[in-house]
């Protein structure tokens, strides 16, 4: 799996959006920046199963699963070794 960069002329746009989500969830209650918050992470969950069933299309639900977990778990030890910082811890 190779990682690419947005391209430069995005730049502009992300920015915008950006922007907007925050003064949004300025103006939204904590309920309401939880349900965002649960909604984005269902969205992640999903855009990760999609990725293991695209590349194991013969799995079944059940070892779908074991395999997201399986990737969930190697992504935890490379952030305890420090080989991966989540965004929040590396500013």
């Known amino acids: 799996?190779?990682?690419t960069q947005s391209p430069p002329e995005l730049h502009p746009l992300m920015d915008a959006i950006r922007r907007d989500r925050v003064i949004r969830a300025?103006?939204?209650t904590a309920e309401e920046r939880l349900a965002e918050a649960?909604?984005?992470t269902?969205?992640?969950f999903e855009i990760?199963?999609?990725s293991?069933?695209?590349s194991h299309p013969d799995a079944d639900d059940e070892t779908a699963t074991s395999l997201l977990r399986e990737r969930l778990a190697r992504l935890r030890k490379r952030e305890d070794r420090g080989?991966?910082?989540p965004m929040e811890k590396a500013l």
Do not use: G, T
């Open 1 to 3: 799996m190779q990682l």
């Open 26 to 28: 300025r103006n939204q």
């Open 38 to 40: 649960m909604e984005m």
């Open 42 to 44: 269902d969205f992640a």
């Open 48 to 50: 990760m199963m999609s």
């Open 52 to 54: 293991v069933k695209d």
């Open 83 to 85: 080989l991966f910082i």
